[in-house]
């Protein structure tokens, strides 16, 4: 799908903001088929809005007054008005642009271990540029699986059953809508070589479908609320309910539960030691971060994965696999 019409908007983020640390997450693992592009100061993706693609470019503007970010609408047919405030809308949703960080600074600022790294990346927001579907793919293939086995996976689903875009001289994917799943059997699926995974992908692709989740519904929900709402959904157990409630909803409190390939780099990262109790990490974050807890790990746990694009991390190659 080429995208040839274009309309820009600007954006005025809520002061501070951080361009690269907000729309790039070296932590996110790296397909060949890209979901988005990145370099300093730009940043590429698709978004789905309802059944309707189109391509987003993001640029940092520099301003001495307030953050500034010019936003390039690529589509296939003009933009309405309308579709342009939709858009708009979503996309200071999914990258909490509008979001108050006042009250974090001023706890991170206490941190004196960690306040450099707070203070190198002030202003970085938590984001996903997938809506709840898309997200709940990525976790699905990240499911017991090393990164590299994960990134095959993905990979290959896209390749059979994605959209691609070409914009701005990009190449960028977009995943799937669920219903484009609903004739395709789960013995096909299986037959990709994603293993159990195909009868959690052919369900949650049935009940998306369908209409049975309403994402900005759960936006309205309390955390509590809506953890309940999404492990009732096929195959989500509680590690893919705090990733959701964590980057789809943007609950910063949700340090509930510890992966154990997590546990192993949170001891690194927080104790120096192999391997520490997840109670202990657990309660040591939340003593000091509060409802701010997954905030701060994020922060700190993004800026290990920026220092690995320059450093050899031994320990962090180990538990990665990539």
Same mark, same amino acid.
């Given at each position: ?5 274009? #309309? ?25 088929? $890209? ?43 003009? =933009? ?21 960080? +006042?009250?974090?600074?001023? @706890? ?16 970085? &927001? ?10 709940? @793919? ?7 699986? +090393?990164? &590299? ?6 990979? +290959?689903?896209?390749? $059979? ?31 990709? #070589? ?17 209409? $049975? ?9 309390? #955390?509590?609320? *809506?953890? $309940? ?11 893919? *309910?705090?990733?959701? =409630?964590?980057? *789809? ?9 510890? *992966? ?7 001891? &690194? ?8 109790? +997840? ?5 040591? @974050? ?21 220092? &690995? ?6 320990? =962090? ?6």
């Amino acid at each position: 799908m080429t995208l040839t019409r274009w #309309k820009k908007i600007i954006i005025y983020p809520k002061s501070p903001f951080h361009f690269d640390d907000t729309f790039h997450k070296p932590s996110h693992f790296p397909n060949k088929l $890209k979901l988005e592009d990145w370099e300093p100061g730009k940043y590429w993706q698709s978004i789905r809005i309802g059944k309707q693609l189109y391509g987003v470019k993001i640029e940092e503007k520099d301003s001495s007054l307030k953050p500034q970010l010019s936003i390039t609408l690529f589509s296939q047919n003009n =933009l309405a008005t309308t579709e342009l405030a939709i858009i708009k809308k979503e996309l200071v949703w999914r990258f909490e642009l509008d979001r108050d960080l +006042t009250e974090f600074n001023r @706890i991170a600022k206490k941190d004196r271990r960690f306040y450099p790294v707070f203070k190198k990346w002030l202003g970085a &927001r938590n984001t996903s540029e997938f809506n709840l579907y898309e997200l709940l @793919i990525i976790g699905l293939v990240l499911q017991n699986a +090393t990164v &590299r086995r994960s990134t095959q996976m993905l990979d +290959t689903l896209l390749g $059979k059953f994605g959209t691609k875009l070409e914009f701005d001289k990009k190449t960028i994917w977009a995943i799937w809508l669920p219903e484009n799943l609903h004739d395709v059997s789960e013995q096909t699926l299986r037959d990709l #070589k994603i293993g159990y995974r195909a009868k959690y992908l052919k369900r949650l692709s049935d009940d998306f479908g369908m209409g $049975k989740i309403n994402e900005h519904h759960l936006r309205t929900l309390s #955390k509590e609320a *809506a953890g $309940k709402e999404l492990t009732k959904l096929y195959g989500v157990g509680p590690e893919t *309910a705090r990733i959701l =409630l964590f980057e *789809a909803l943007h609950h910063w409190d949700t340090f509930d539960h510890i *992966a154990p390939w997590q546990q192993k780099i949170y001891s &690194r990262l927080f104790y120096n030691k192999p391997l520490v109790p +997840t109670n202990q990490i657990q309660n040591d @974050i939340k003593k000091r971060y509060g409802k701010y807890s997954m905030l701060a790990v994020h922060y700190i746990w993004e800026d290990i994965f920026w220092r &690995r694009k320059t450093e050899h991390i031994g320990w =962090l190659e180990k538990e990665i696999r990539l």
